[in-house]
């Protein structure tokens, strides 16, 4: 990476249900963390990015700031909101346009939130008659693929929900903080087989904000953790996503996980055996799973030997989602994305309490949103 | 209605899509032609229903809900279409399946042999 870019500062609001709070709330919440953990006002932030799904406009937040004049750009990318936001606020840095900048996501989602309309998605009514704008269906037909041909057990399925309850009950910021054995997940309510209730996340609430800077203003600050590599992407041609009437192409569907997280490690110029620990998206267990080939960790199919050692759990080789990821977190769309990174400058920083993965000193971060956007940052300590 | 799915091939490098498309995701050229379907192809991927969507927009059969199999059905020109599948017991289109279309609205709709044979397939049609 050319111009140096570090992350001073990193806030979250609560994460799981505050019927008092609104989701501008949780973003303001999230905003005052990250700028006192940097050491930084509202008013030394010049340029700044943010967005939600569904719980307004990110830039309407001045009124409550401060009316500092400075630019405030909307971001509106699903799940990789806060991905693309976090990009829009190095980018600034690198290019010289500022030194401190502000990237926050937020939403606060009622329960049994997202009701897509197939208008909004290019499809005719029918598939909304039909029963196919369910957008768990798109995650479970991954999988089961997947499972099928690289001999992932249900068994595995569910010790990846498992592990994120377990990690939540580590977090005092997590929505869900009772562990779930692997037995009562997998007996739980079949969803969309082979996925069962208690392996997806749920619509939840939360903000988080993280602080750039350049490395002059980092240095002036201390604590900062170097964002060594950070890469977005699109997807390209023949992907697999979801609410797709089909799949174009012929052979295996392309990967814009694969896309950005490669882009991030070549320009980090760190490979991925050499992180430390990683959040990846947890959509669901088995978005877990096919993340971690997809971003370069495994083979395909080695994960099922993978989880069985024990090795993506704090301890293990490669701790994953050591905050409890989306599954015990909840998913408010906007801020999961810099919830990842939140979690992992804490790690870095040795900060996680009860789930530090001791010496950690290389992060790495997956977001994937529909309808084919992922966003991966390497931080190094 | 012709019992076939329509949709395009690029004039420029020959990918498929559906439905039918204004320009193409390969190569982004705009000279599409239309092009009907194959009828016939394999299960690809496929999930179970197993609870009611929410309605509206999604319509309660007659009789009530059930649990239905979506999933894609990859077609000989390549492309992987979405379709609600039809069977007699969702364990028949493991591994690629071969199945039929039985429907074109208001989804694309393909069975099983057995679900054919059984008189299943089409009711839907």
């Not at chain 1, 994120?164 to 997940?185: C, H, K, M, V």
Request: proline share 5%; aromatic share 6%; glycine share 14%.
């Amino acid at each position: 990476m050319s111009a140096g870019v570090s992350i001073v500062g990193a806030g979250l609001s609560k994460f799981g249900r505050q019927p008092d709070k609104t989701g501008r709330d949780l973003a303001l919440d999230a905003i005052a963390a990250a700028l006192a953990d940097a050491g930084l006002a509202w008013t030394d932030v010049q340029v700044a990015f943010g967005g939600s799904d569904g719980s307004g406009l990110a830039d309407t937040l001045v009124a409550d700031l401060g009316l500092t004049g400075i630019p405030f750009t909307n971001v509106k990318n699903g799940c990789a909101t806060g991905g693309s936001a976090l990009m829009s606020a190095v980018n600034a840095i690198r290019s010289g346009a500022a030194e401190i900048a502000l990237a926050v996501g937020f939403d606060k989602h009622p329960r049994g939130a997202f009701d897509p309309r197939p208008e909004d998605w290019g499809l005719p009514a029918g598939y909304g008659e039909a029963g196919l704008m369910v957008t768990t269906q798109f995650f479970a037909i991954k999988i089961a693929r997947y499972a099928r041909e690289h001999g992932i057990s249900r068994r595995t399925l569910a010790a990846v929900a498992e592990k994120a309850y377990r990690n939540g009950a580590l977090n005092p910021n997590a929505w869900r903080r009772d562990p779930i054995s692997a037995e009562e997940i997998a007996a739980s309510d079949m969803v969309h087989d082979p996925l069962t209730r208690f392996m997806f996340c749920s619509p939840g609430e939360g903000g988080a904000a993280v602080v750039v800077a350049s490395e002059a203003v980092a240095a002036r600050l201390g604590r900062a953790v170097s964002l060594l590599g950070a890469a977005s992407r699109t997807r390209r041609f023949g992907s697999f996503e979801v609410f797709s009437p089909s799949i174009q192409g012929s052979g295996r569907p392309s990967s814009v996980s694969a896309d950005a997280a490669a882009a991030a490690f070549a320009a980090a110029g760190v490979t991925p055996d050499e992180v430390d620990v990683a959040q990846l998206q947890d959509t669901e267990s088995g978005a877990e799973i096919m993340h971690l080939a997809e971003c370069g960790f495994c083979k395909d199919g080695e994960q099922e030997a993978m989880i069985a050692a024990g090795e993506t759990e704090i301890g293990g080789r490669l701790p994953v989602n050591t905050d409890g990821g989306c599954i015990a977190n909840g998913e408010p769309i906007g801020a999961s994305g810099l919830r990842q990174v939140h979690e992992i400058v804490t790690q870095l920083r040795g900060e996680a309490g009860a789930r530090q993965v001791a010496g950690a000193r290389i992060g790495f971060t997956h977001v994937y949103g529909a309808p084919g956007i992922s966003a991966c940052t390497v931080l190094g300590r | 209605m012709g019992r076939s799915l329509t949709g395009s091939r690029c004039r420029h490098c020959g990918n498929v899509a559906f439905p039918a498309a204004r320009g193409c995701q390969s190569c982004g050229r705009s000279d599409q032609e239309t092009l009907e379907l194959g009828t016939r192809g394999t299960v690809w991927g496929y999930t179970v229903q197993r609870f009611a969507p929410k309605s509206p927009p999604y319509v309660v059969p007659e009789g009530g809900f059930v649990p239905f199999a979506v999933g894609y059905v990859e077609l000989p020109e390549g492309v992987k279409v979405e379709a609600v599948l039809e069977c007699t017991d969702f364990a028949e289109l493991d591994g690629a399946a071969p199945v039929t279309l039985v429907a074109t609205q208001p989804v694309p709709r393909f069975a099983t042999e057995a679900a054919r044979a059984a008189g299943l397939a089409g009711a839907a049609s």
